[in-house]
């Protein structure tokens, strides 16, 4: 800093081998002068030195201590370098020796795959070349460093001790300095063994076997590297010295489509060696469904399987080239969608038009952008049909019932129809048919009954009317033989007990039958009255309901058909059917619900049994029951009992249950301390099984909210036990309400307790406070009986306004004169 008028001539001394600068410098008068320093360090070390500025005008010095830290070089350079695996590459670097001494570099490396010689010696100020060469045995992206050190280095055998000691001399000074590059190796993958090509279907599996070979003469471990989706195998393979083995691959696809993947094998003993693998994922195999068998005017049904094994959802968008036949029961114009790692399942419906397999083959196939279509083949026979299921309708003796029986033609073609009704056999052989009974209960009313004309997919409504005469079963078939309109036959290939075709039995139909079995019974209702049942809830009620038969019924009572016993009986557990045996073989009776939950009420409390079967002369019959009543809950149900005749006809009698409040098993009385202070209490229920049963306790509508039930819900503990306990609160919020409601805990199988709930408070005491001072002025009792004052009176005697008058700035205005104007 000179500050003077005059320019300043100074010299600068430097010591320490790495700090640099001009010997002169010339700092002009009033400016600030700045002095280049430079620090060029040739080790990683710390080097002390010393500037002095000295002023040649007065001879006065600036020393300034100098310290110095060598810290790691950069690197001269980046080399980037490419080659194969299990290949060589020969590259040339260039060691400068900026120096003034000759160095000898020792050479090292983090890169395992670079050789070279261990040493390299370069003349002063001069730049050697260093050869190198890259054998990498694996591919991959490889950084490291290439470093040259200067400083000791061993000596070969062969040198002198002449040249060790002048290298010794030389060398000694820039022991510690050197310089690197950065390197950076690609190494590509090197040729492939093979090219293998790999093909499978989607969501199936193919194994591929590789073997490999240790030429080793010690035992290696060979690792496996499995590039491409939805390849597996095994991390790694051992080999014994010299031994081959097999490596197996699967390849399991989701997905459709071509793609390419490797599998690579590793050691540093052998080097990488691979394998090209081009995957060919197809769509799904076709699968041929198993065969459907359906009779003619029928349809069967099979289920499809779609598996999705992957983690992703599928959308599959169906779809069916036969739609006359064939049907899947999904919507096709959504897509089916695959829950990852679940199986969805498809039903496909196969209603035949012909006999035999001639036009019923489909391709059923499911479409999705990941598996390309997913194809199913069905099949289907039509056979011919055998007798459908019963047609049942029922009539009162003497009168009679309409019934009607739709025949379709599931063909392709119009056909004409005969109807006819015939008997059945005698021996009960429903194959053996018999012409019309003339006192047949069944009557065809069709016009027409031959040569009806049926179209392709039509219908022909055929209405039967049936009559009884008496109280019996009556057992016919309604018959409808179908010919083709164009008079041909049907080709059909009868099958064998195994489903298998008989090609020697081909043969032609010239008419298709089909048979309608008719049953028809007779019904009575005794009398039109309802037989009402009523009882309170808690109670038993036992009464006997006597059922008297018409003698037209009991006509048919002397022909005595006895039912054969069965081995197990069907009837349920929890249904009411009972019957004595007197009248086993004739009578039963069982309960008919409206609903299951009148079902699951009436079952739990009511019991039903045929006690006695009186018949007198004229015929009439008589049945009695006994019927147990014992309500557990408020109900009001109607069911009927149904009677029945081992010989055909059957009985309905209404019954009507009914079942009533009744007073409450107990009342709770809750006493309160207080407003907005809770009070409790507590009692304990059993349940009435031996076992425990869920429960649930609330207040009926229309109770107080200032009570609350704990637990709302849980477990009644078996009977015998301490019970679990149930707990009442009651929290008042005001004074003068009365507080009531009613508890309700009911059980599941509809045991019910009810309790009344009160709350009662405690009695008003309005506070009474008692002053700790005495009051000024009369005694307040005195006070109370003091006289009123008279404000009128005294006011009328005031001589004019104060200033607290309503009219503001008034002046001050005597009395009389404003009374004056009022009076006026």
């Not at 080097?47 to 600036?62: A, F, Y």
């Not at 076709?286 to 359906?294: F, H, V």
């Not at 049942?392 to 009607?404: E, Y």
């Not at 018999?434 to 022909?460: T, Y």
């Amino acid at each position: 800093v000179n500050m003077s008028d005059e320019d300043w001539p100074i010299v600068a001394t430097i010591t320490g081998s790495a700090f640099h600068g001009p010997q002169t410098l010339l700092a002009r008068a009033h400016v600030i002068t700045n002095y280049p320093l430079t620090f060029k360090p040739l080790k990683e070390e710390e080097i002390l030195g010393k500037l002095i500025l000295t002023n040649k005008s007065d001879g006065s010095e600036q020393v300034f201590e100098l310290i110095g830290k060598g810290e790691k070089p950069l690197p001269l350079d980046q080399i980037q370098l490419t080659c194969g695996a299990r290949a060589s590459l020969h590259h040339t670097v260039k060691v400068p020796n900026v120096t003034s001494k000759r160095l000898t570099y020792r050479v090292e490396s983090d890169l395992p795959f670079i050789t070279g010689q261990q040493t390299i010696t370069v003349l002063p100020h001069q730049t050697g070349s260093y050869n190198m060469v890259i054998t990498p045995n694996r591919r991959g992206q490889f950084k490291g460093i290439l470093a040259f050190i200067a400083g000791k280095c061993r000596v070969n055998e062969t040198d002198s001790d002449e040249d060790a000691e002048l290298e010794k001399d030389e060398e000694s000074e820039f022991h510690g300095y050197r310089m690197w590059y950065s390197l950076e190796v690609d190494v590509k993958a090197p040729l492939p063994e093979k090219t293998v090509t790999v093909v499978c279907d989607c969501y199936n599996k193919t194994l591929v076997d590789f073997i490999v070979r240790n030429p080793t003469p010690k035992e290696i471990t060979l690792k496996a590297s499995i590039r491409g989706s939805e390849l597996t195998g095994p991390l790694s393979i051992t080999l014994d010295p010299g031994v081959k083995d097999v490596y197996s691959l699967t390849f399991a696809p989701t997905q459709a489509g071509e793609s390419r993947g490797s599998l690579i094998f590793f050691h540093e003993d052998v080097g990488e060696f691979w394998y090209n693998l081009l995957l060919k994922a197809e769509p799904p195999a076709p699968k041929s469904l198993p065969n459907m068998e359906c009779e003619l005017g029928s349809w069967t049904r099979q289920i499809i399987a779609l598996n999705n094994p992957t983690e992703e959802g599928i959308d599959l968008y169906p779809s069916v080239s036969n739609t006359n036949n064939f049907t899947l029961e999904v919507d096709t114009e959504k897509p089916i969608t695959l829950k990852p790692g679940c199986v969805t399942k498809v039903s496909l419906k196969f209603k035949p038009s012909n006999l035999g397999d001639e036009g019923h083959k489909a391709k059923v196939t499911f479409f999705s952008d990941q598996l390309g279509e997913w194809v199913f083949y069905a099949s289907g026979t039509g056979l011919l049909p055998k007798p459908h299921l019963p047609v049942v309708t029922n009539a009162a003796p003497g009168s009679s019932s309409t019934l009607f029986i739709v025949f379709r033609n599931p063909t392709d073609l119009a056909v004409l129809a005969d109807v006819t009704i015939v008997d059945n056999g005698q021996d009960g052989d429903s194959l053996k048919e018999k012409r019309l009974s003339s006192e047949s209960a069944f009557k065809l009313l069709l016009k027409h009954s031959s040569g009806v004309r049926v179209g392709p997919k039509s219908s022909l409504e055929i209405p039967i009317s049936f009559a009884p005469n008496d109280s019996a079963s009556y057992q016919a078939y309604c018959r409808v033989i179908m010919r083709r309109e164009d008079g041909q036959p049907w080709s059909y290939t009868p099958t064998d007990s195994l489903g298998r075709k008989l090609p020697s039995h081909t043969a032609s139909v010239s008419e298709i039958r089909w048979l309608y079995p008719l049953h028809g019974t007779t019904d009575s209702m005794p009398g039109k009255d309802i037989f009402q049942i009523s009882s309170s809830v808690h109670s038993q009620l036992a009464k006997t309901l006597d059922v008297s038969l018409t003698d037209e019924f009991s006509k048919a009572a002397h022909v005595r058909l006895k039912t054969p016993k069965q081995k197990k009986s069907s009837i349920p557990e929890s249904s009411i059917v009972g019957h004595t045996p007197e009248t086993a073989e004739e009578y039963s009776f069982e309960l008919l619900y409206d609903s299951d939950d009148t079902k699951s009420v009436i079952e739990n409390c009511v019991e039903v049994k045929m006690i006695k079967h009186m018949k007198t002369n004229t015929g009439t019959v008589t049945l009695v029951f006994e019927v147990n009543f014992a309500p557990t809950v408020k109900m009001d149900h109607f069911v009927n009992l149904l009677i029945k005749k081992a010989q055909g006809g059957f009985w309905v009698v209404p019954l009507r249950f009914t079942a009533t409040g009744r007073p409450v098993d107990d009342t709770i009385v809750i006493e309160s301390s207080g407003l907005d202070k809770p009070s409790t209490v507590g009692f304990r229920l059993n349940s009435q099984q031996q076992q425990p049963e869920d429960f649930v306790a609330f207040f009926e509508n229309g109770s107080d909210t200032a009570f609350s039930v704990t637990p709302e819900r849980g477990e009644l503990a078996p009977k015998n036990t301490t019970g679990t306990l149930i707990s009442v609160t009651f929290l008042p919020k005001i004074y003068g309400k009365v507080y009531t409601s009613t508890l309700i805990v009911k059980t599941a199988s509809n045991v019910q307790w009810t309790y009344e709930v009160k709350g009662v408070l405690p009695d008003y005491q309005p506070p009474r406070g008692v002053s700790a001072h005495p009051i000024a002025g009369p005694h307040p009792q005195l006070r109370l009986h003091s006289t009123k004052k008279n404000y009128v009176r005294r006011n009328l005697k005031l001589l004019a306004t104060a200033v607290s008058s309503p009219i503001k700035g008034a002046p001050l205005v005597p009395i009389g004169n404003v009374y004056n104007k009022v009076v006026m």
